[in-house]
């Protein structure tokens, strides 16, 4: 026996007509799946329409913004990295491109030995500074002490010829006193 169009009228949310309607109530007679069917389905709408509307869990609302927030942070991180490789990329085929426009202009040799001198100058002066640095650093111990001794008599000695100077300005300019009258 032939289950359609009466599965389809079971399971369609239209409304059938009168016609279609005394066919599927006359076949729900005669057939035992269908009948089954029919019944399984009408208990699944109640069960449906009678449960309550679950509810989400306590603070679902917060925690859902949180995450959409850090997700859409995370998707603006990923977009402006993207953005600034994507720049650099750019910028670095520029330049490619203009090395190559300009190379039948370059002497390969020449640029190649000017940059190992520079590269050799850098290290030099790194390692002259590290050098400085290392004796600084182990003759720290000695200096600390000369300087300890020598801040206050080189301020002492500052103050003295700034006072020396002073006074000889001071004389120099000050008037003249008689010592008695010329008479």
Known sequence: MSHQPY????????AL???????????????DNCLTLAEALANLEELFSSSPT???APGFTQR??????ESDQKRQNRNLWLMTFGLFA??????LFLFFLHLPFINMAYE???LIARISLITAEVRSSL??????????P??????????PSTFLAITAVLFAWFRAVFKLYSPIQERGNMS
Not at 64 to 69: A, G, I, K, T, V
Not at 90 to 95: C, N, P, T, W
């Open 7 to 14: 599965e389809r009228f079971l399971f369609t949310k239209e």
């Open 17 to 31: 007509n009168q016609e279609q309607q005394n066919k599927l109530n006359h076949h729900l007679q005669e057939c």
């Open 54 to 56: 679950p509810q989400p």
């Open 64 to 69: 859902w913004q949180s995450r959409l927030l």
């Open 90 to 95: 750019l910028a670095g085929a520029i330049l």
């Open 112 to 114: 190649l030995s000017q």
């Open 131 to 140: 050098n400085i640095i290392r004796s600084i650093t182990s003759n720290l």
């Open 142 to 151: 000695f200096i600390i002490p000369i300087i300890i001794l020598l801040t």
